[in-house]
T-cell receptor, first 113, second 116 residues
Framework: NAGVTQTPKFRVLKTGQSMTLLCAQD?????MYWYRQDPGMGLRLIHY???????AKGEVPDGYNVSRLKKQNFLLGLESAAPSQTSVYFC????????????FGPGTRLTVL | AQTVTQSQPEMSVQEAETVTLSCTYD???????LFWYKQPPSRQMILVIR??????QNATENRFSVNFQKAAKSFSLKISDSQLGDAAMYFC?????????????FGAGTRLTVKP
């Protein structure tokens, strides 16, 4: 099993450009998440999904959109990138059941100039 | 909303010694889960240990153990016989047991340095 994978690993954007981050998991997990990690702030939830075709807002959703057309994929979109979106982005997935571990991808470092 | 506080931005420990990382949380719920994750320089988040709030017994995983004080809303991590490979950022996290919105809330992290 590859676990949780993220594409790309690094990206540099100019202000106003758009891009999509791809997360894929091969563990048949129902739940998927997108987090951002900024220095001194831990991980903050952007959006999440509790199943194929469903999405919901997390703690910091502004400026991002997501889609989960297939159970194994969770896409995070930036329509018009801003310097404030410079961050490391993590995808995670888990099975249903609150005790279950979240498995994380390796992260994507995004810089917006 | 639940908040998780890690009051120690940085900690250091001598190799083979014991260190305790602190975590407190704020919640009005009675049923929830608590986690400690490790993030080494590779950036990969790795689960260290987890605890169910309704269990009074503290969780242990080899050299890692927790001191869970539900009334005090405290969830500290003890690392015994520290090894160089333990050097990393450590994040405490909270997850509600109820409802569909049971995402994780993370603390700001504690950077652990292990001295040889």
């Amino acid at each position: 099993n590859a676990g949780v994978t993220q594409t790309p690993k690094f990206r540099v954007l100019k202000t106003g450009q758009s891009m999509t981050l791809l997360c894929a998991q091969d563990m048949n997990h129902e739940y998927m998440y997108w987090y951002r990690q900024d220095p001194g702030m831990g991980l903050r939830l952007i959006h999440y999904s509790v199943g194929e075709g469903t999405t919901a807002k997390g703690e910091v959703p502004d400026g991002y959109n997501v889609s989960r057309l297939k159970k194994q994929n969770f896409l995070l979109g930036l329509e018009s990138a801003a310097p404030s979106q410079t961050s490391v982005y993590f995808c995670a997935s888990r099975r249903t059941g609150g005790y279950n571990e979240q498995f994380f991808g390796p992260g994507t470092r995004l810089t917006v100039l | 909303a639940q908040t998780v506080t890690q009051s120690q931005p940085e900690m250091s420990v001598q190799e083979a010694e014991t260190v305790t990382l602190s975590c407190t949380y704020d919640t009005s719920e009675s049923d929830y889960y608590l986690f400690w994750y490790k993030q080494p320089p590779s950036r990969q988040m790795i689960l260290v240990i987890r605890q169910e709030a309704y269990k009074q017994q503290n969780a242990t995983e080899n050299r890692f153990s927790v001191n869970f004080q539900k009334a005090a809303k405290s969830f500290s991590l003890k690392i015994s016989d520290s090894q160089l490979g333990d050097a990393a950022m450590y994040f405490c996290a909270y997850r509600s047991a109820g409802g569909r919105n049971n995402d994780m809330r993370f603390g700001a992290g504690t950077r652990l340095t292990v001295k040889p």
